[in-house]
């Protein structure tokens, strides 16, 4: 058993989420364009190695739809799909 092994989701498929906008400069791990918008988990990864600087493991990743007319404006029907991690998000 590794330590990814014992990381849970807290959140699940179907959940409401909002993305943070706690970080107006920038982490291009959660693209500038997507923050402060909801979407709904659609997909859980669990964790994931942290092979960059090798402390520790990411939070877990989830994939989250969200409606392009809702992130870009329009009237698009089309959806979005962003993977991004935990701490970049909260229950809407």
Not at 2 to 31: I, S, Y
């Amino acid at each position: 058993m590794t330590a990814m092994d014992n990381v849970q989701h807290h959140l699940h498929v179907g959940d409401r989420v909002r993305v943070l906008d706690d970080n107006p400069k920038g982490n291009p791990r959660t693209p500038e364009y997507i923050r402060g918008k909801s979407g709904v988990v659609s997909l859980v990864h669990g964790a994931i190695p942290n092979p960059a600087d090798h402390r520790d493991t990411y939070p877990p990743l989830c994939t989250v739809l969200f409606t392009v007319q809702d992130v870009f404006g329009g009237s698009s029907p089309c959806t979005l799909a962003i993977d991004l991690h935990e701490d970049w998000l909260e229950r809407a």
